[in-house]
């Protein structure tokens, strides 16, 4: 079955830096585009970025762009989401997703904590 194991993520400083894995497995992985949400307490769940299947094309939150970059490696079934320049609004719980027909489906990651202290 489709599972997606998130890692990485924590607690960091504000203007600091962490990256989140999210391994793939039960899926051709290469064939599907993949996105990173996040979900603040109580705010809605919330893209964060995008990549298609290829990794050519990127699409990125408006808060976002210029401090995170989404990644893939298909080699290793692996999406990344490097973020720099933290802040504490940066603060909530991410989840790698895969796109199916330009849409999230039902297959989330576990969630992963990432706190930005000021």
């Known amino acids: 079955q489709v599972q997606l194991v998130q890692s990485g993520g924590g607690l960091v400083q504000s203007g600091g830096s962490l990256r989140l894995s999210c391994a793939a497995s039960?899926?051709?992985?290469?064939?599907?585009?993949m996105s990173w949400y996040r979900q603040a307490p109580g705010k809605e769940r919330e893209l964060v970025a995008f990549?298609?299947?290829?990794?050519?094309?990127?699409n990125y939150a408006d808060s976002v762009k210029g401090r995170f970059t989404i990644s893939r490696d298909n080699g290793k079934n692996t999406v990344y989401l490097q973020m720099n320049s933290l802040k504490p609004e940066d603060t909530a719980v991410y989840y790698c997703?895969?796109?199916?027909?330009?849409?999230?489906?039902?297959?989330w990651g576990q969630g992963t904590q990432v706190t930005v202290s000021s």
């Open positions: 990549i298609s299947n290829g990794g050519i094309s990127t």
């Open positions: 039960g899926f051709p992985f290469s064939y599907y585009a």
């Open positions: 997703n895969r796109n199916v027909n330009g849409r999230p489906s039902n297959s």
